[in-house]
């Protein structure tokens, strides 16, 4: 008898258990809550495919909810692809979901290439089923046609003009005899593995307008790998490089901005930048071993170590601002200018010639730890050592020893036009009575970072003159 009840006991939770397995709210007035309406691609480029995103479908009931079907009303053959809590799409159907519980739906996108040179708006829908419900979540993707390049080569007399991007993927590579043009206009996406070499030359045609400059940054569109620094590797002037010039370029969130590698193998230097902007750079925005650069009128900021100059080498900067704030990507913790005539090697040290000079140029950083912004670092006395400042403003608490330093201003904040670390708005412009107004050293340079003229008299320090 005592076996009898204890059967029929276990054979009575085991009803109720299914029973309570089975008790779906099946109103239609049931509560689902889906976190986004809207998912949004930025430019995918044609034949890539995107990063996934995601939404919760969450059961805000205190009952089981059965989902009849989530679908991708494109299909199979739409460009997006979905996943319902790790089952590949484009759809599932009898989804349970316990109370106060949710399930994710992950979606990616590939877009076809086409015939047309604009981007283009590539959309489809996910439709959620639930208790005679409908539900709709909308997908939209930007796509891109692009010229695709992977580990190439280029070799002669080559122009890339800006009717289609360029989308690098491994490396590519300008030949020791080669020439490459870039036209206005141009846009260049480059893979995290994929640094751009150059051993040849290299000839950027930007123009002063947002949308005539040539633009070097990694791939990655979407928010917010879009603005992380470390992206791509960067561009390299290597050994045999020679007459390169950058003319209003910008080069956004590499691992490196510029290398430049020994000296040029002709009476030229080996890289002439105008009007460049270099920004938001992991490591060094300008690294220069025993090269020569000639910079006017640029823009290196927010970057890791934003100039590093070793080895000695020739330098002439002018009109140059130098200067990074501590943010949510880069800390501030190196010198925004670092000058050596040398370079330690195993157990030794290397030391070599240095000719540089620095004139209305700005070296600053903010909300760092830094307290000399401005570093030279001398080895020997038997090489040449020739490293002048002037009409320049610097934040150093030590002027740095064995340098010509002529009208200077020390430690005076530039008052830049709008620095919002939070809002990431960093506009290093001059407001009205910085000191680096009408302070500047006559140059002859005609123009400033934003492609307009500087006046007749002083100019102002910095890359760009006060309106």
Not at 15 to 26: A, H
Not at 215 to 242: A, E, L, M, N
């Amino acid at each position: 008898m005592k076996q009898f009840i204890t059967i029929f006991c276990f054979s009575v939770l085991l009803v109720f258990s299914s029973c309570r397995k089975e008790s779906f709210i099946t109103s239609p007035d049931a509560r689902l809550s889906i976190s986004a309406d809207t998912l949004h691609f930025d430019t995918v480029f044609t034949s890539l495919g995107s990063v996934t995103q995601f939404f919760k479908i969450r059961n805000d009931n205190n009952q089981q909810l059965k989902l009849d079907r989530i679908s991708l009303r494109g299909g199979s053959a739409s460009a997006f692809k979905i996943n319902i809590d790790g089952s590949p799409g484009p759809e599932a159907t009898n989804l349970e979901i316990d109370a106060n519980d949710s399930l994710y739906v992950f979606v990616s996108v590939s877009v076809n290439p086409n015939l047309n040179n604009l981007p283009f708006v590539v959309a489809d829908s996910i439709e959620v089923q639930f208790n005679g419900n409908k539900r709709l979540v909308q997908l939209e993707a930007w796509g891109q046609n692009a010229n695709f390049l992977r580990d190439r080569v280029i070799t002669g007399n080559t122009v890339w003009n800006n009717t289609l991007p360029y989308v690098i993927l491994g490396s590519v590579r300008v030949d020791t005899t080669a020439t490459l043009t870039i036209q206005k206009g141009a846009r260049i996406y480059l893979h995290a593995d994929a640094p751009f070499l150059v051993d040849g030359s290299l000839i950027v045609q930007g123009e002063k307008d947002t949308s005539a400059r040539v633009y070097f940054r990694g791939d990655r569109r979407d928010v917010p790998y879009d603005q992380y620094p470390g992206s791509w590797p960067g561009i390299y002037f290597r050994q045999t490089s020679k007459d390169n010039v950058l003319k209003y370029a910008v080069i956004q969130n590499g691992y490196q901005g510029v290398v430049a590698e020994l000296p040029s193998i002709n009476a030229n230097p080996k890289l002439r930048m105008e009007q460049c902007i270099i920004d938001n750079i992991y490591d060094a925005g300008i690294f220069a071993v025993q090269s020569s650069i000639i910079a006017d009128n640029c823009l290196v900021s927010n970057s890791g170590k934003n100039v590093v100059l070793v080895l000695g080498g020739n330098y002439q900067f002018n009109h140059c601002t130098i200067a990074t704030f501590s943010n949510s990507y880069i800390t501030h913790k190196e010198p925004v200018f670092f000058l050596t005539n040398n370079v330690k090697q195993g157990t030794g040290t290397l030391v070599a010639d240095l000719n540089a000079s620095f004139r209305n140029c700005i070296f600053w950083g903010d909300n760092g730890v830094t307290d000399n912004e401005v570093v030279v670092s001398r080895e020997g006395t038997g090489n040449i050592f020739n490293v002048v400042f002037e009409n320049s403003l610097w934040k150093v608490k030590t002027a740095p020893p064995g340098v010509i330093a002529n009208k200077m201003l020390s430690n005076t904040d530039p008052l830049f036009d709008s620095i919002d670390v939070q809002k990431r708005i960093f506009v290093f412009r001059l407001k009205d009575g910085s000191p680096a107004i009408n302070q500047g050293l006559v140059t002859g340079l005609a123009v400033d970072l934003d492609g307009m003229s500087r006046p007749v008299g002083l100019p102002d320090i910095g890359a760009y003159e006060r309106r």
